[in-house]
């Protein structure tokens, strides 16, 4: 089975326009929404063994857990910042799947 990223250039170039445009205009706050759209690009044009891969998270289940880290990140002192990307990857992980 091959596994391949199928994505161009064109395509990386107007999905970080839409993402900037995006968190300009809301200030920063729709961040998890940008991330999230990322994240969707990404997995659409990525197959493995010869399976695309999808990404069913959304903006707002991600707005959820980035207050819920940040006042995790309050509360320690920071401390709580070092699990941050670990806590990221598990939710980014639990949100792909198989197209078929």
């Not at 161009?8 to 961040?31: D, H, M, R, S």
């Not at 991330?35 to 903006?59: A, M, P, Y």
Request: glycine share 12%.
């Amino acid at each position: 089975m091959e596994s391949k990223f199928t994505g161009g250039l064109l395509g990386l170039i107007g999905i970080n326009i839409l993402i900037l445009a995006l968190f300009v205009f809301t200030l920063g706050l729709g961040l998890p929404w940008c991330i999230c759209l990322k994240q969707e690009w990404l997995s659409k044009h990525t197959i493995i063994d010869g399976r695309r891969v999808l990404f069913d998270g959304n903006g707002l289940q991600l707005f959820g857990n980035y207050v819920k880290w940040w006042l995790l990140c309050l509360v320690t002192l920071g401390i709580y910042g070092f699990w941050l990307p670990i806590k990221f990857r598990k939710w980014t992980t639990r949100h792909m799947h198989f197209a078929d």
